[in-house]
Every structure is written in C-alpha cells, then in structure tokens.
C-alpha cells in the first residue's frame, strides 16, 4: 500500500495529496466556468499558487476564476496585470507542494540525527 505524502498549505495540514486534490477539486466544482471565485477561496487558491512557486506569482490581488482548458475540463485561472488567464493545475501544484513539505521534513529528520549522534560523540 502506498505511503501517505502529506501537504502543508499555509495553515491548512492535509495528510495526503489525495485529500489535498479533493479540497481544492471541491472549491472548483463550487464555480461555473467564467465565475469568479468568492474571496475565501481565492485566498486558497493564492496560498496553493504561492506554495508552490506557481510561475506566474501574484503581485498584486489576482483575479481568480474557473475556466474550461484542455479536454473540456475546469480549472482554475489567475488573470493579473497581464489581463490574461494562467491555468493553474490542482495536480502539479500539489505535488510542488508535497515536494517542498517532504524535503523539509527530511531536513529536520536529518538534524535530528544529527544532534542525536553528536550527543552520543560527547558522551
């Protein structure tokens, strides 16, 4: 069975990506395609672009609103100072995410170790 890869948005903890991609597949299906997301959700959908080094990053507040991209499907768009949409993928932003959280807690497990085995050299 796979491992759980936990993602850590802002504030919001969620113990896996899968639970993370249903969070935010849940504030897209809120919206009709050309909707402007409501403040709260924009909020996330920010903090989810900014944690993951989103490459266009918002400067200034950005217009965020649900669009139809490849295939048919939804999802989100950041439209700025450009006055273009930017499609934002749920999925890829994710795992930037879970990739920046998982090597920050291997960099805290390897102090750990690290203060552990340096108190075991003193003794």
């Known amino acids: 069975m796979p491992t759980r890869i936990p993602v850590q948005i802002e504030?919001?903890?969620?113990p896996s990506?899968?639970?993370?991609?249903?969070?935010?597949?849940?504030?897209l299906h809120r919206y009709q395609p050309g909707q402007q997301v409501n403040e709260d959700d924009r909020e996330?959908?920010?903090?989810?672009?900014?944690?993951?080094?989103?490459?266009?990053?918002?400067?200034?507040a950005p217009i965020i609103c649900v669009v139809k991209s490849r295939?048919?499907?939804?999802?989100?768009?950041?439209?700025?100072?450009?006055?273009?949409?930017?499609?934002?993928?749920?999925?890829?932003?994710?795992?930037?995410?879970a990739h920046t959280t998982t090597q920050q807690?291997?960099?805290?497990s390897i102090d750990i170790r690290l203060g552990q085995?340096?108190?075991?050299?003193k003794s």
């Open 11 to 14: 504030h919001h903890y969620f």
């Open 17 to 27: 990506i899968n639970q993370a991609r249903i969070h935010y597949r849940d504030i």
């Open 44 to 60: 996330q959908v920010v903090n989810l672009m900014m944690e993951s080094s989103f490459p266009y990053p918002p400067t200034t």
């Open 71 to 97: 295939y048919g499907r939804t999802c989100f768009a950041s439209i700025g100072k450009d006055k273009l949409p930017h499609s934002v993928s749920i999925m890829h932003s994710l795992k930037q995410c």
């Open 105 to 108: 807690s291997t960099d805290q």
């Open 117 to 121: 085995s340096s108190r075991n050299v």
